[in-house]
């Protein structure tokens, strides 16, 4: 599979509980050592509840049965997230979203990853954005020191 496989779109209610899963799979796999505040049970109704009925939900659906395979969040000018399932890592997938959160906020973006995301680092600098700020996790629930980015073009 790659990424061409893969069709980015918006998320539907229908979608919510599979973006979770992504979510859930990813955290774990790219962040072993943070803990996470809340059960699968809650995240998953965070998505259901919060996340997708927002609307700036996208999912990235593969093709052949994978079913969602990746989901970013757009607030605004915000990339509040961007989760790949773990084997769907280093396909191009993320490149795609961050191009598409790019075109639908052309004047810049602005994003939170904490600093022990190294691989995330790389990744957000790579497509031209810049730390900004580090602090040392006060302001989010996992209290996990974090680094802001941000994107102009």
Do not use: C
């Not at 061409?4 to 799979?25: F, H, K, N, T």
């Not at 809650?42 to 009925?53: G, I, K, L, Q």
């Amino acid at each position: 599979m790659s990424a061409e496989r893969a069709v980015l779109r918006r998320a539907a209610g229908s979608d919510s509980r599979a973006a979770a899963d992504v979510w859930l799979r990813s955290f774990a796999a790219a962040l072993p050592t943070v803990v996470r505040p809340r059960s699968d049970d809650e995240v998953r109704a965070y998505f259901r509840d919060v996340v997708v009925p927002r609307g700036g939900t996208w999912v990235a659906e593969a093709d052949g049965g994978s079913g969602i395979v990746g989901v970013m969040v757009l607030d605004g000018e915000v990339l509040s997230q961007l989760y790949l399932d773990p084997d769907w890592r280093g396909r191009g997938l993320g490149d795609r979203f961050v191009a598409l959160a790019k075109e639908r906020s052309p004047r810049g973006l602005s994003l939170w990853t904490f600093q022990v995301n190294e691989p995330a680092h790389r990744f957000y600098e790579r497509h031209g954005f810049v730390p900004v700020e580090h602090t040392d996790g006060g302001g989010n629930e996992e209290r996990e020191p974090d680094v802001r980015y941000v994107w102009r073009p």
